[in-house]
Nanobody, 121 residues
Framework: QVQLVESGGGLVQPGGSLRLSCAAS????????MGWYRQAPGKERELVAS???????YYAESAKGRFTISRDNAKNTVYLQMNTLKPEDTAVYYC???????????????WGQGTHVTVSS
């Protein structure tokens, strides 16, 4: 069993900042890529940003220049620093991690429960 626990969501005014955190715990041998997805009301879940275990990052166009993803491998934690937030960033943000139970095992995709981000004046 692997648990992903997100924190850091909340209500922020347009132009403000938030920092999301996601800590992984439980039974796993390794964590490969970690990422953040979001789902706005009435829309499909979409990838916001991801980061590999070696630090290679990917950003959706909507996140480029405003969001920064990082991770602390020693703490099995991934972060998403969100700056210059816009109302259209309002969504539930989900943490995602690809884990292996043991060396050579098939990769398993894990999901957190989500944290709400509301950008509104």
């Amino acid at each position: 069993q692997v648990q992903l626990v997100e924190s850091g969501g909340g209500l922020v005014q347009p132009g403000g900042s938030l920092r999301l955190s996601c800590a992984a715990s439980g039974n796993f041998y390794s964590i490969n890529a970690m990422g953040w997805y979001r789902q706005a009301p009435g829309k499909e879940r979409e990838l916001v940003a991801s980061i590999t275990s070696s630090g290679t990052t990917y950003y959706a166009e909507s996140a480029k220049g405003r969001f920064t993803i990082s991770r602390d491998n020693a703490k099995n934690t991934v972060y998403l620093q969100m700056n210059t937030l816009k109302p259209e960033d309002t969504a539930v943000y989900y943490c995602n991690a690809k884990t292996k139970r043991y060396y050579g095992a098939t990769e398993i995709t894990q999901w957190g429960q989500g944290t709400h981000v509301t950008v509104s004046s």
